[in-house]
């Protein structure tokens, strides 16, 4: 490029702006879908989709383990899985600020590509946006996602019911605190990384296993508590779930002791909480650990008749304590 | 709202996020597929389906006749448009700045669902992140949008012959002005408003009266002249238009006498440029005159064999002058 900052000319549609596609976004995305460059792409589809979106605003931009364009495209790749759908097509909607690094921008790109090709999804359709200097943070990135329901599934809460058993699909927190020790300048074992991977791969496995997975949800914002509080509000059951079950890095909980954070409540980006048959559970594991992402898959709870909508957590001393929905003052930013 | 500005805990997944959804977000667009609330939307296609997105930071976010929602609904609604396709579903992801005024966002959001319901389409899903003071500015609004491919047409700027004419909807550059006037505090007649509008009934009734419609397009970012320009190099024909059949209000016009610009170059939200077989030309605009953003359609030029890749402009004094691609420095954050 000429030059090796973004500028404001770059998002005003004209020849800066066919040059920044053509020189940084095309040869990283390329594909027949995207190369048409009209205003939307035409794809074909076959009947029920599955249609999602999320803005990423993380900060730092990049963090042990990945980057904002990691975040954007497992994100929604994984919460297009949670609905029993297989990601297909993605867009890009990038706001950059003025001044960022062309340099940065190649990396986040071309960090996307492999992530969408690590999921089999193609970027099929984008945008990119420049604002002025102090009024962005770096680069926004919106991911948005279609896919194909796979027939026979139905995932809602409301399939919840007493009996069930809950999954868990590893280690929890790990984002979080890659996130917070890259913001604060805390020095991690290289061990501690964002979990973000896409799960696509996983959850076709547990559906194929076994469609009557009664829900499927990614423990992002709020963590695994969010999570919980939602479905136990929605199925109006309780859950219940064993504190010694509960995966987590002793660095993670080093990070969590040290900032005063409890990791059910840190968002993870690769992992999935899913409530099943209590006769099934075996078989979905069994599905999980064929990915390299469910390995560490294992029950951490149930579902109960009992306290409906109310999530309580069995401590390891014998108590119960109750895992209430987060308030909100949680990490800003993580995603 | 307990607060009445948006602050970090609205976007940080937990109870207060919730809390924004129930008392802003739902309200304003509620409908049965978005309440369901779950990571993704589940909505059925018929085929062919087209994708597309679109982030909107245009500044001031309220300008005469509109504000940022009604473009991030109509921008997108439009780019669906444009491909042959029948909007049907949006999702949006908004990134707020904290402090932003509730109030606000109520009127964007409910603009948005004015706007959906005009258009015929269901916001099906969102996402919403805040970021700190002085991180972003304001709002800014990614949509996307999916659609039903109409069958039988096929929109390609390949398709783009000699002897085709080029038609356009109405007058340019109302946009532009409108938000040149709202950011340089210029006082317009009231008359001189956003075209912003949905422009899906129309390119149906076009593409119903002559599927075989070469291209459209929206002359967004870029304005006319990008957009003939791109067609222009895509067909390998040139593009001759003639100055005087070209749609200018007189107050636009001096607002870019008065700021240097010109109004082919200028955003519009609510035109569409077609390239109609010479024969077809008087169908198609009887079918643009069915609504009422296509009331001043008219043919401004035509396709030639001669001058491959170029757009010319006959003057009103008989020369003609090349209408270059614009480069990059044209109106920041038009849209």
Not at 73 to 90: F, H, K, Q
Not at 116 to 125: L, S, Y
Not at 267 to 287: I, T
Request: aromatic share 4%; with cysteine; proline share 6%.
């Amino acid at each position: 490029m000429a030059n090796d900052k973004v500028t404001l000319a770059h998002g005003a549609g004209g020849k800066v702006s066919q040059e920044l596609m053509e020189q940084v976004i095309l040869p990283a995305y390329g594909n027949p879908v995207l190369n048409t460059l009209h205003d939307g792409a035409l794809v074909e589809m076959k009947g029920e989709v599955a249609f999602t979106t999320d803005s990423y605003v993380v900060q730092p931009l990049f963090f042990a383990g990945g980057n904002i364009g990691k975040l954007a495209v497992c994100g929604t790749v994984n919460d297009l899985s949670m609905t029993g759908a297989i990601p297909r097509y993605l867009s890009v909607g990038m706001i950059i600020e003025e001044g960022f690094p062309i340099k940065d921008l190649q990396t986040i790109v071309s960090t996307m590509k492999k992530m969408a090709d690590e999921a089999g999804v193609v970027i099929a359709t984008g945008d990119t946006k420049v604002v002025e200097k102090g009024k962005a943070d770096g680069i926004f990135i919106n991911t948005a996602g279609i896919g194909d329901k796979i027939p026979g599934t139905h995932i809602s809460p409301e399939n919840v019911k007493p009996g069930m058993k809950v999954i868990l699909s590893g280690y929890i927190g790990d984002h979080a605190a890659a996130i917070m020790a890259g913001r604060h300048n805390i020095n991690l074992p290289a061990s501690v990384q964002t979990d973000c991977a896409p799960l696509n791969k996983m959850t076709k496995a547990m559906l194929e296993a076994v469609p009557d997975i009664a829900v499927m949800r990614d423990p992002t914002r709020g963590g695994v508590a969010a999570v919980l509080n939602e479905i136990a509000e929605a199925s109006k059951c309780g859950i219940l779930i064993d504190e010694d079950e509960i995966p987590i890095h002793a660095e993670v909980q080093g990070v969590c002791d040290m900032l005063g954070f409890d990791p059910l409540y840190l968002a993870n980006e690769g992992k999935c909480v899913a409530f099943v048959p209590a006769e099934s559970a075996d078989k979905v594991l069994k599905a999980m650990r064929t990915s390299p992402y469910g390995q560490e898959a294992r029950v951490i709870g149930e579902v109960t008749a009992e306290a409906p909508g109310t999530v309580g957590l069995r401590t390891g001393i014998g108590g119960i304590r109750v895992v209430d929905m987060p308030l909100g003052n949680i990490v800003p930013r993580i995603c």
